[in-house]
């Protein structure tokens, strides 16, 4: 089955605890991304990739990390979590960079940092 | 800048009813594209429908049904004989390019669906 996944669906850490989220996704995808969603904020863009060793800034990058060593696979890093980071995050990938290509998202990470 | 707008923030219909979400968007760009994502509470985020901005025929898809109209910049989404499983946030989102940096994804606030038995 086509799908991103990414993991751990739910998380409770401390601040200043090194955390990392994987995701992974099976459908030979270019474009790779990394979301959050904040009430009233709507989704926003944390990191994005086009390829593999290729990333860059989203809207919200402060805080976050993200490395692309394998097409499959673009893990978030959060160094030093901080409460507002709290949030649920969503990996998410197309097959090409370009517009017009759908979006899939893996299902969610709800983080909390306290 | 390209921008979203999905002006219903909630919306509650009793089951069977028909119901309509609005989206109207803005863009400067001649080819764009359209999205329409349903966002259960479970939470992930589940593609539904792609428009591109020269194709303007209706789309049916059993219950669900989506307008777009160019001269109005809108593309709606319309529920037949709506379901309590039809319960959830729905996101209207823009795709233009933004040169050799990919494609500038933009989601509007969307719209909370409640479905009454």
């Known amino acids: 089955e086509a799908q991103v996944t990414q993991n751990p669906r739910y998380l409770i850490t401390v601040t200043g605890k090194k955390l990392t989220v994987t995701c992974s996704q099976n459908?030979?995808?270019?474009?790779m991304s990394w979301y959050r969603q904040d009430p009233g904020l709507g989704l926003r863009q944390i990191y994005y990739?086009?390829?593999?060793?290729?990333?860059d800034k989203g809207d919200v990058p402060e805080g976050y990390k993200v490395s692309r060593k394998e097409k499959r696979n673009f893990p978030l890093i959060l160094e030093s979590p901080s409460p507002n980071q709290t949030s649920l995050y969503f990996c998410?990938?197309?097959?090409?960079?370009?517009?017009?290509?759908?979006?899939?998202f893996g299902e969610g990470s709800w983080l909390t940092v306290v | 800048a390209q921008k979203v707008t999905q002006a219903q923030t909630e919306i509650s219909v009793v089951e069977k009813e028909d119901v309509t979400l609005d989206c109207v968007y803005e863009t400067r760009d001649t080819t764009y594209y359209l999205f329409w994502y349903k966002q259960p509470p479970s939470g992930e985020l589940v593609f539904l429908i792609r428009?591109?901005?020269?194709?303007?025929q209706n789309e049916i898809s059993g219950r669900y049904s989506w307008n777009f109209q160019k001269s109005t910049s809108s593309f709606n989404f319309t529920i037949t004989a709506s379901q309590v499983v039809d319960s959830a946030v729905y996101f209207c989102a823009l795709s233009e390019g933004r040169g050799n940096y990919g494609q500038n994804f933009v989601f509007g606030p969307g719209t909370r669906l409640s479905v009454l038995p």
């Open positions: 428009r591109n901005s020269f194709d303007e």
């Open positions: 990739s086009m390829n593999v060793e290729v990333t």
């Open positions: 459908m030979n995808h270019e474009y």
């Open positions: 998410a990938s197309s097959l090409g960079s370009g517009p017009g290509n759908t979006i899939y």
